[in-house]
């Protein structure tokens, strides 16, 4: 009889911990977060190239960047997706597009780890001088 109160306990540790573990690993995991890098000021009507750095601290089958996008004045610019066959080139990656600028222009950008979410938008704004 104590055997089997002992591997019962045993059990319940061992599924205790492993229930912990993975709420843990949540918890601290690294969520996909964005860095934008463009002019602060240009002229009027100049083509502005805008580069985010995309950091994750994986790439692998399982754990992978899901989604990023970038939003320039609320509307989307461009998107990309991944999948499981599908991701990104490595845990950290550049994505780079040229955008007109004629106006004041606030340029919002996202990332999203398909197993722990973003660390939310970064944003940046360029002024016309």
């Known amino acids: 009889m104590k055997i089997v109160k002992h591997r019962i306990w045993i059990v319940l540790f061992i599924s205790l911990g492993i ?7 949540t918890g601290l995991a690294d969520k996909a977060g964005v860095a934008i890098s463009a ?6 009507g100049t083509e502005v190239p805008v580069k985010i750095t995309i950091t994750h601290s994986a790439n ?14 609320g509307k989307e610019a461009a998107r990309w997706d991944y999948s499981m066959t599908n991701r990104p080139e490595g845990a950290t990656f550049v994505r780079e597009i040229k955008i007109p600028v004629n106006e004041a222009v606030e340029i919002v950008a996202e990332a999203s780890c398909n197993l722990h979410g973003s660390k939310g938008p970064a944003t940046w704004r360029i002024t016309v001088n």
Not at 19 to 25: A, E, K, N, Q, S
Not at 39 to 44: A, G, I, R
Not at 61 to 71: A, D, G, L, P, S
């Open 39 to 44: 002019p602060t000021s240009v002229p009027k």
């Open 19 to 25: 229930i912990f573990g993975i709420g843990l690993g």
């Open 60 to 73: 692998n089958f399982f754990h992978f960047v899901e989604w990023v996008y970038i939003k320039v004045n």
